[in-house]
C-alpha cells in the first residue's frame, strides 16, 4: 500500500467522522507498527453519562469514548508513512514501519503518567526536544484509573504532539485496573511481542492481581504467560538484543516496596537463561537502573506521578538511583545499544552500554 491510498482511505474516515458529529478527544496515534501493516487509531466522544450519589441530583458529567481505528496493510518495511486520519492539521500524523533486517534505531522508554499532568506534559515535551524516536514504549500506569473514562482524554492531550509522530508499545498497569477501556483505546492485548531489526521486545502483564478476579484464574493466567514469555524468548536467539517490559520491577531501591513483587523476581532465572538484554520497568516513581548476571534492569517511572524516594539500594547490583523525573532514549547502532536515561531538562542522568 502506498501512500496515496493511505490518505484516500483515511479521508474517507475523517469524512465519516465529520458525519457524526463525533468529538476527537484522543489521537491519532499508532500501534502494532509491524514491517508490513500498522493501525492507525484515534478516540472521540460520543455523548456523555450523567452520574451521582442522589437519584435527584446526577451531578458528574461522564465522557462516552470509543476508539476509531483504520488497519493498513501492505505496507514496505523500515519505511516512513503519512496519513490524515480526521480533518484538520490536528488528523495528521506519521510512523515508521520495522525494518525486517539490521538497523539503526532508537526508542523511547517512560512510565507512570497517570497524575500531575503538568509534569507529564514536561516529560513528553523533554522527549520531543532531546529524542527523535521510531516508537514508544511505555511501562504502564498511562492513568489513574483506566476505568475511568474520563482522564483518558487529559492522558492523550499531553502526549498528542509525540503520538502522532511515531509508533506506541503500551504495557498495564495497576492503575489500569486491566480495565476494557485500555484494551479499547489501545488494541493491545496482555501480553505480546514484535520485532524492530534486530532486536526483540516481549510485553507482559505483570499487574497479577488485577489480571482476573480469583486466586485460581490470576495464578492460571500467570502460568500462562510465564509460558508464553518463554516460548517467545526461546525464539528470539537470532534476536542481537532481546527487551521485556512490564509495569512491576523485580527489585527496588524503594524501602516499602522491596519484596513485593515476588512474581516478577520469579523471573529473573529465565531473563538470565535466554540472555535478556535488558528489563524495561515502572511502577516505581523514580529512576533505578541495576545489573545482575549480565542482565539490565531499568526502572523509568518518572512520567509525572508522584516521585518515590530511593533510600535503600540493593548491595552489589545497583548501577544508578535518584529520585526524579526521567525517561529512556536507547540508540541501537549495529552490534551496540546505547542506553540514556534523560531528566525532561536534558540534563543526563546516566548513559549505559548494552551488547557487545
Known sequence: MNKILIA?????????????????????????AGPRAATVMWVVETGKAAVGLDPGRLDKAVPILRSRQIVLSGLKPGSTYYYQSFAGEAGKGSFKTAPTTAANFEFVVYGDTRTRHDVHRTVIEGVLKYANPDFIVHTGDLVEDGADASLWPIFFNAERELLRKTAFYPTPGNHERNAGEYYDLMSAKPYYSFDWGQAHFSLIDSDLPNAAPTEFEREAFWREQTQWLENDLKNSQNAAFRFVAAHHPPMTAVTRRQGQN????????????????????????????????GVHYFITGGGGAPLYDVDTPPAGITQKVESTENFLVVRVVGGKAIVQAIKPTGEKIESAQLGQ
Do not use: C, I, W
Open 262 to 293: 515476588p512474581h516478577m523476581t520469579a523471573l529473573e532465572p529465565l531473563f538470565e537463561k535466554y540472555k535478556v538484554t535488558a528489563g524495561l520497568f515502572g511502577h516505581d516513581h523514580n529512576y533505578q537502573h541495576y545489573l545482575v548476571r
Open 8 to 32: 484516500l482511505l483515511l479521508s474517507a474516515a475523517a469524512r465519516t467522522l465529520s458525519a457524526q458529529a463525533e468529538q476527537v478527544v484522543g489521537g491519532p496515534y499508532v500501534v502494532q
